[in-house]
């Protein structure tokens, strides 16, 4: 069975820090792009970084501030957050999308898998 747990949010300030940590099972981690993804209330969910092997990809408005991690061993993801902002606030979900020589993306549609969500609130 295929499980993506997220962990990690909370409530914090602005110009705060957090780790959100996604824990995989049920399918070769290894082989699969993981992504974080972000949904504000009556907004689309988007992505904001994923990462392959090797390479990384940030959505433009986050670089500076986001950055995104994984430890295979673990078979597990993070997503580092810096310098929270008010518009950060959302619900944070890690995704897994199969690599098969398809490419880095940040397109929700293209991620198979899905966890349930870490909500991050960031107060001013």
């Known amino acids: 069975q295929v499980r993506l747990v997220e962990s990690g949010g909370g409530s914090v300030q602005a110009g705060g820090s957090l780790t959100l940590s996604c824990v995989a099972s049920?399918?070769?981690?290894?082989?699969?792009?993981m992504g974080w993804f972000r949904q504000a209330p009556g907004k689309e969910r988007e992505g904001v970084a994923a990462i392959s092997e090797t390479a990384t990809r940030l959505r433009p408005s986050v670089k500076g501030r986001f950055s995104i991690s994984r430890d295979n061993t673990k078979n597990t993801a993070y997503l580092h957050i810096n310098s929270l902002e008010p518009e950060d606030t959302a619900m944070y979900y890690c995704a897994a999308k199969p690599i098969r020589g398809s490419p880095l993306s940040l397109s929700a549609g293209q991620y198979n898998y899905w966890g349930q969500g870490t909500q991050v609130t960031v107060s001013s």
């Open positions: 049920g399918f070769d981690f290894e082989s699969h792009y």
